[in-house]
Structure formats: C-alpha cells, structure tokens
C-alpha cells in the first residue's frame, strides 16, 4: 500500500475504535438476507471483504444499520474504497455523502482521520494511471463530504507528474454535471482557468511515453481555449 495511503488508513482503525461491533442490526428483511448481516456481525473488522460490504456500503443508514453501525464499519469501508477493494462505482461517492451529512459533529480525532484520509487517498490517485478508482470517482467521493475541494485541486498542480496529468486530461473530456453538486462549481471555474494548461504543458515537456504523450497533448488542446 502507497506510503501515505497506508498510514491513513491504520490511522482510521485507532480513531473509530471506540464504536463496538454491533451485536445486532436493524435491516430491511424485504431486501437483505440475514445471512448478509450474520457475516457483517460474526466476521472481524479488517476480515470483511469488499463483497460483504458492498451492499451494506449502499444500504446502510437508510434500509440497513444506522450511525452507529456506519461509525464501527467505516474504517474498513473507506480502506476498501480507496483501494479498489469494493467494485461499485456508485459506493464512494454516495458512502462518502453519508459521512458528510454526520462527521462534522464526531469527535475531533474522527474527523481528523478522516481529513488524512480525504488527502492521502486524492494524493495517491493522483501518482498512479490508470488508479483503482477514477480521478472523476474519487473527486465526487470527496466533494459529497463538504470539504472546500480547493485544495484538492491545489494539489492537482502541485504534483506535477504525468499520471496527474494523464488524469487531468482525461478529466477535462468528461463533461460536469449541469447543474450538479456544489463542488462542482469550484472545479468548473478551475477548470477555466490557467492552471490545468500549465500542468499539462509542464508535463507533455518531460513525458517520455508517446501513450501518455498523446493522452496528455489532447487534454492540452481542451485546456488552452479555456485560458
């Protein structure tokens, strides 16, 4: 696991280990079976696969546990969904927007791990193309917790290297959502301003792999008209 990631992540199991696994979970018995929640209940935390949580990652809170449930599981969840561990496209982003309607009010170390988290996971996706989950995926993860997305973004330029800009590009070729969420304002107006050209431009000078080359010279001709 990245050097920054992997501290992150051990860094969540401390923070929430005051939470005790449920000795039971209220569930919707229409939709989940209960052999689904006896193998959330009966396995250990760091045991439990993407497969056993994924459909608790969708669930939970509305049809399936509640804060408390979340708060004992979402150590592993988030480790899961940093890594690629959950394969749903759809979990980061509504699972992280769930943490984003609570974990404002959760003790300070909480958040605190949390924040590291947000940072470590952006930065990793950023040094590796293609990256588990989708820059696109990971941004709207983030975004759905309420953080200010600038530094994020900050960070983007700040990085500098090729895989970065290997996913600026392919970034700029997806259209934002119209209207969409608040955060997507701040990457639009981002979007058209000089940065995302100079860090391509700075990028496509050292790249020396002609794939990467070509991915990051068209994201350059999206970038300058925007200048």
Not at 39 to 47: E, I, M, Q, Y
Request: glycine share 8%; proline share 10%.
């Amino acid at each position: 696991m990245n050097d920054l990631l992997g501290p992150a992540i051990d860094r969540l199991y401390p923070a929430f280990r005051r939470h005790p696994r449920p000795g039971r979970m209220a569930y919707c018995s229409h939709c989940i079976a209960p052999a689904e929640v006896a193998a959330l209940l009966n396995t250990p935390l760091r045991a439990l696969t993407g497969q056993q949580l994924r459909r608790f990652a969708g669930k939970a809170v509305t049809t399936w546990g509640d804060v408390a449930d979340l708060r004992y599981f979402l150590p592993r969840l988030l480790e899961l969904v940093a890594t690629g561990g959950i394969d749903d496209p759809i979990v980061p982003a509504r699972l992280l927007g769930l943490v984003g309607e609570h974990w404002r009010t959760w003790p300070r170390d909480e958040q605190q791990a949390i924040e590291t988290y947000l940072d470590a996971w952006w930065r990793q996706t950023l040094t590796v193309f293609p990256a588990p989950i989708e820059v696109d995926d990971v941004l709207a993860a983030i975004g759905a917790t309420g953080v200010d997305i600038g530094p994020f973004l900050a960070a983007w330029v700040a990085d500098g290297g090729t895989p970065a800009a290997r996913h600026l590009a392919q970034q700029l070729a997806t259209p934002l959502p119209d209207p969409g969420p608040a955060w997507t304002a701040t990457v639009r107006t981002w979007r058209s301003g000089p940065e995302p050209a100079r860090l391509l431009e700075t990028a496509l000078l050292v790249t020396a792999d002609p794939v990467a080359a070509e991915e990051i010279s068209a994201g350059y001709e999206l970038a300058a008209p925007l200048r």
